[in-house]
């Protein structure tokens, strides 16, 4: 099997070709798909992405590894089991994603892949160098213990975030019948919207199928506003990165009692949004804002 950490650097030609290609394509027909700061940051965000997991991988490879003796079952390598795997891990990557959107810890990482005002092909680079931290890692964890081997099921996180680089174009529509059951550019779009009705919807990575069993799924019926609901505007990757982590950090000290504090890092997004960040007085209350939470 190809070392897990390397899947996506080798199918990295492909994205750029398509990357390239779609760039081309809108410069013919006239419409600025491609900003290059913004593109440049898509860029260095990806790779700091991939060196943080690489180090990340340094230590939770062993941990998985130590963890899989403790596994119910020994699941072997077949046809079958693969595509067991395959379903389950899509089904965990759902709900980590409906994590990410509506638990602040889990934003605070996930925010920088929803903060470019752009939709294209490179905004599939847009991640975030804190995701290990985070505990995007924990969500993969029930597959090991299940039994699954861990080579395979990063390579399975691996191929699962390969697929989604195809989904965010702004070409392409619902793929016809494909589209009942898979993620596709139109229902990605809506994800990536900051359009009210679009807001914490769309959560597919491969099947689309989970948001259409727990009421998350919203078709592509108006034209669809990129970014989050904030007034961000940066193309510095360490800006984008730790953009809500230093939100976070300013709250913490103006937030009293630890209920505040737990609600802070682990409640919804929103919360606190009435709490002014700068050298105005604390706030006493915990009251969330009226307004929706900033989005992906």
Aim: proline letters at 5%.
């Amino acid at each position: 099997m190809i070392p897990v950490e390397f899947i996506l650097l080798l199918l990295s030609p492909i994205f750029f070709i398509f990357i390239a290609f779609e760039w081309l394509h809108s410069e013919k027909r006239g419409k600025a798909l491609y900003q290059w700061r913004d593109t440049a940051a898509n860029f260095a965000l990806a790779a700091l992405h991939q060196a943080g997991d690489f180090i990340a991988l340094l230590v939770l490879l062993p941990l998985m590894l130590w963890l899989s003796q403790f596994a119910l079952f020994s699941i072997e390598f077949s046809a079958l089991n693969l595509f067991l795997v395959f379903i389950a891990q899509d089904f965990l990557y759902y709900w980590f994603h409906r994590c990410a959107h509506r638990v602040r810890w889990l934003w605070a990482s996930h925010v920088a892949h929803h903060s470019s005002r752009l939709m294209n092909f490179s905004t599939a680079f847009r991640q975030s160098l804190t995701y290990p931290i985070s505990g995007m890692w924990l969500f993969w964890l029930p597959l090991v213990l299940l039994g699954f081997e861990v080579q395979l099921v990063l390579a399975v996180v691996a191929i699962n975030l390969a697929f989604q680089f195809f989904v965010h174009t702004q070409s392409g529509k619902h793929w016809g019948i494909l589209g009942w059951v898979l993620n596709t550019p139109a229902w990605h779009r809506v994800h990536h919207a900051c359009n009210p009705q679009y807001i914490d919807r769309n959560y597919a990575g491969v099947l689309v199928i989970w948001d259409r069993l727990f009421g998350t799924f919203v078709p592509e019926e108006e034209a669809c506003r990129y970014g989050i609901t904030d007034d961000f505007q940066s193309n510095n990757p360490i800006t984008i990165t730790f953009y809500e982590w230093r939100k976070v950090t300013l709250l913490w000290p103006r937030l009293h009692g630890w209920r505040n504090k737990f609600k802070l890092l682990f409640g919804p997004p929103e919360a606190f949004a009435d709490v002014m960040l700068s050298d105005a007085p604390t706030p006493t209350t915990d009251a969330t804002a009226e307004q929706q939470h900033a989005k992906y």
